[in-house]
């Protein structure tokens, strides 16, 4: 609660329009809604200037439905779950939800609402098995506002076909760059850029790659400046911070 | 090289201005100096509109200094050297190089040329122990030109010192939060604010903390948006980035 | 053997109730019983006021049978079986047995007999993910006698759910805390009270959660006091020590 | 800020006592003081009713000086330094902070005030040198004001020394079990009582044990009931756990 | 080749009964049978005392049938097939190999042939799951000619159960002890017995167990002296060593 | 692009027979072809003297037909699918391509095109579950072009079978070595041999072995000279070095 | 304590030589004696035929001499201290106790008496650098009483130094086999005999041999039967498992 | 030994110029030297076509005296020494033994001897940090006969650094890259060339990069043909693998 809120509280105890203890109440008063086995945050949008996003993975199908109906209902649009199974999503279809599904990127939008995208976030992907991570960070971007430029197939055993993109990478506000593997990409890209890099490490690969460890370690030791990293396979992550950074306006 | 630069090259070939011979000369001549032992990369500022960085750490001071002479020749200023033990830093001022030594930081920085800070980083640190990762990721972001709030000692074991300072949080453009031990420092934070959130873990701990691995996967796996993770220690990376962030001005 | 039953039995001996031979063989004589595949602890009541417990995976529904049957046959009560599969429940209720199961805590009861509950145990969990593993641990409290407060998906992203529910953390006399992902929870929690708080960390979580690692390693690694650890998603374990302490009364 | 306290509060305000304005900045007000550094947290006592704990590890001589200073000004006694370095110890002393430092223990005890000790808390320990460990735990336990009995060099591998302690382990409230190298203390002793017993793993070993990882494992995966694990080497943490359970009181 | 076996092929040469290109046939001439997919040691008898033992695992029915049948051909007898799934069995039986199949061991016996079982090895095993490795060293041993005491579910959670064996124990000359979790019975029974102890950690368990990881290290760790380990879950190699060390005979 | 290339195309705009615009878009045309899920390389025949590979996991049917199709349009031959599943392989098949497909290595070979087998590689195994590791890389090798002999089945507990190879290792110029468990092959080869010897990790084995670390780790150790490493199971990337160290000419 | 005397003594109780009382002291009285900081275990020897050993590391002088001098008294010879520093071996000599000290091995023998050496063990190790951990092993089942033969630097990578000794390790009544990096030579000498082969990872190496990791990792998963393993640098236990096989008799 | 020498000796025998124990003595004959703590093999060169080189670390000054001397003695020149300390370096100078030290790569020659150095290696090098690795690789195949190119400082974080030095990558018949951090340089160098890449990982790095683990995963799982790994900071086996392909003549 900001101060001026706080102060026009107290000041209406003040003047008798509240008594202490509706007042304590209302200080108490968590601004979210509980159901039973979650606990919506309806007031993130004003902390975070975006909706909740729905982890998907291991809930049940009753339990989406509940949660993006009572969304709809606070007035939520664009709604994100991500890691959403087929089959999970053809239940919220069929419960009357309207829903995008994209399969690729195991990515629902429920309750759509254009929005206008703006600025250039540039998704980069090193191999075609990483589309799927790639895609996720992509729609995220996009779903929230970002207009995005997709580089798939860049891998740095082949050099060329990174640099012929380079005026699309240098005049990016914003970059999510995606490998599995060696996971390479993102040290070669900042290394041609001044903006914020957002690695992502894939679970792409075998043996030594050991479910990402591989691609995610090289991101860490990154030796060119501008990268940071988030989590293995989370395209949504990278997509949600490449269009916080992307957002930024000139500063007042 | 721009597509105008190569056309303009070009078209001197065509006019006779330049022989092919020279013209072949050119696009091969790469922008950087070399001194055997490194290869000073002159051109960055063009690529990162910054200087290059010195990774000071394992290099003699001989090679720090020859670094740094022929980088303040060829024009540079606020060189940064990362890592930079105290001996090497007072063989580098033996060797006239004018140095400010930040020694929690074990940071150096050479050539200093006032740059105007504007905008808002914070930089929020768990404990006492993780001052120096803090510091360096501070003095990075100022040295950079951004404005730079500390938080130190806000640790989520004591809420309320955290909760305190969420306006500060809540104005920041960009946020650096550095812990160690169970590193749950940017998760908290990140749930509090709409900017991106550069995670530094540190070190710092003992037993099953192993080096910062603890921390460092315990950010990775952030439940909170907006996370993104630098490796254990890197005060400068995270700084680096903060400022990238903070310098972004609103799209054309 | 305490010591007044050891003298007792030589008494016997002594005053030739009892031969050297059938006393050697009593001391010998262990309180279990043999059924080949498992030997049933019978004593163990005297020595933790508490049945035996079945850790149901790995086991064969006869195996399973057996062990409840001759626990049954011995005067047991509420028998707790954990990890024990939906069909395994199947096949012990079409054998006869009186058994409660809870499916998504994988929790079989048999022989229920009520136990009045006492005292004040809260259970908190991070995320909806999580459910399974706390209402394990929660259950196990409840059916050993402890009065039970759940505390569900008050994660640390949206702190305001958590601080909503201060006051019963704050008279709980031991709380069980489960979280994956990034763990943070019993840290948080942990600064808030005064009484033990027993970590789970959950195997939920995906990429560099390395099957509940990471939160565990945060766990072991909090900065807060009064926190201790249990195994990955071992919610009994959690239950049966937040009961243990819960139980405990004023020193005599 | 506890419900009776806030209403009191805003009953002040409602009365004119108090204007929205003071109201508003005692609510702000964090019950912590800043030293720049660090910042102290007074209100824990209310919080966890005992004072906070410095972790020596990393704080140089007038930080310590300085924390301990505050703390011993704003009222606290029994101020407990954890890992605290001999020669920081001296510097503290010389600086005429009143210290009793236990060398082995690495552990200060600043403006010292005699505690009654009550209770039963037994601290066991595997081997001889996994005594520094055993003695930090038993120690903060003392300070704290439960009463210990030590059971030292009480290894698996010679059973008899640790079975003929059986009563001292029936008897205790709680049990600290100390062990490094294949940790199996704590299962071996939960199997024979029914209080919780906290298990810390030690770094105490070679080869295989990496630094106490294989004691952390075996501990973490016990096949007894009731036991719960703190980070390796941490005997404060599992003193303080310890003492938290020996003191609860009957539930009302 | 022996030295006596040498000497008589070169005598062989030397009297003209050999010549110098059959002799070097001879000594090249490898004593394995080639069967493009794997060359069958008939000559490990001489150097093993034992026929070889066909590793099950990934192997297809027709290459386990001619391996099977060569090495009947060849005077094999009592061939053992570890780690053989039951459907691999049934297709040796259609095959017309004579197989006997124990399930829970998943270990084949083809061509048996009657052995004297001498001597005492002991199997022991923690927890009713740890049995189908307890049974296939226990099967092990006794196909090689040991005789074999079967102690299960003598984890160290009940010591009164392993304590009530303790004669079976000290008669031993060789001891098999298999255990999962926290691996601790090998240490407890080496701390009761002079003769070697053959830990055999297990998969069993779960979390932090990772794979039987708590129990190796645990084993490896032993502060009990006798104790050597073999590979997690590796009952047949710890049966092949228990009976090694068991028919050792008085030096000569 | 070669220097005599890039003089010519220069010379090209000198004489006017090329525009600097025609001139500015050739050196930008990157020499591959986009499909936007991938993009071929159809240069690397230059650079590498060998065509496109394609990694086959993760593709779908139509992902794979595609890139076929477009490389044999562009006159490729011996295209290389590597991992490829056998339903995928039929799909091919189904969709026209002439494929040849090694079910045991994984292995499609489209637009087979007889190439000369010279030189001499040796491809080594250890046990006959590393067999489909090392077909691979035999394969590999041999489509390349170069002579392949096998010796499979010659694992260094029984070295005898090995042994009796010398003479074909000896006459060697390349060696490929597959092991899985303890994976000490490449050691005892490259002890015998003076050619580099490309070692490859398998997954075989259990336990310990954890997926072809154990082997791994052992290769990369390796106290013989001469020893390579790749990834585990990778037999694809060891044929190609070896084939690549067997085409080595002697220097002009 | 054996059925025999059990029955002794209680029959002593059934004839009133002794009371129930006391012979309750006797039941109870543990075969140790506590110095406080460690209890040492006299019965040991009837347990396993052999005196206390002193593990050396971490303790003090004071405690070393005491602990040495009390077993002296209880009549104990040959008592092995290992790890044992050189300065501490020092202070032992300075106090009078009669020791032996080898430098190499880091082990101490105090109280020497001489013993038959009989049997036939074989300590076998890979390399020069390893010689340490193999005299610890050498040494050790010497003073036990094994008769040892030394072969020394017969590593995988020069196979015929190995070959060579073939006769010393056929004729071994069990071997220990020493050895860092790839860990291979147990495997290797582990094919070519019939006895059990105790393998000793070593710590020496670098890099990826992470202080042992990759030999012990080899060593359990050897693919030769009649392999087990000790901890890392553990010599003293391979020398005591294999006198303790050496000196195996005949079954009765 | 080769079939023509054994047929000879045979004749011999079949002659009478021989008896058949001489001949059994000469078959049984190692091709080594004993030194007691270590055993030269001096057949290597007939094996390896190059002296024994001495792994330095570990080894006392007397036994590096003597195993050099006794190589010289044996006729050895160009004897490497690698991972020699400068201490140990002065020793073997102060022996009166001929030795070049080249202090940075740790490498002693001793009795050095040119040889002619032909053929094309090229060492390339990441950072600055590596040169040590790549010197000891470089020094390494100079001494056993190759040319070698050296280009370091050429990292991926600014490629126009290595993109320049294109014409030596390509004209080279082997190359050595060293990187530590992330290691992608053999990554991006392999994509460029057609020759076999010996890449090593480097312990360069801090944080997450533990020890050099980072860069060798990285390595492990380059996407690009041609890769295969050696040991972290194993310049010298790269170096011998690079010369070991240099010196490859066209097959006969």
Known sequence: METANLLD????????????EEGALRLRQAPFEDLGYAKIDHHRWLRQSA??????????SPQLIGLVERMAVAGSRNII?????????DDLVAAGIPLTYHESARLGLAWADPVPQ??????????????PVAEEAALTAEILGSQVTRLYDVGVAGLHRLLAQQE??????????????????????????????????????????????????????????????????????????????????SPR
Chains 1, 2, 3, 4, 5, 6, 7, 8 share one sequence.
């Open 168 to 249: 699309a990478l240098i005049q990016a506000r914003a970059i999510v760059a995606v490998a599995g593997m060696e996971g390479a990409l993102p040290s070669v890209i900042a290394g041609l850029v001044a903006c914020p890099v957002v690695a992502v490490p894939t679970s792409i690969g075998y043996g030594a790659s050991w479910g990402g460890l591989s691609a995610l370690l090289a991101m860490l030791n990154s030796c060119a400046n501008g990268v940071s990293v988030v989590n293995i396979d989370n395209g949504f992550g990278a997509g949600w911070i490449a269009h916080s950074v992307n957002r930024t306006e």
């Open 9 to 20: 509280l107290l000041r209406q105890i003040q003047s008798g329009r509240l008594t202490p």
């Open 118 to 131: 703006t600025g250039a976030v540039v998704v980069a992907s090193a191999g075609t098995s990483d589309l």
């Open 51 to 60: 909706g909740e996003v729905i982890f998907g993975l291991g809930k049940t």
């Open 81 to 89: 779950i991500t890691r959403l199974p087929a089959d999970r999503a």
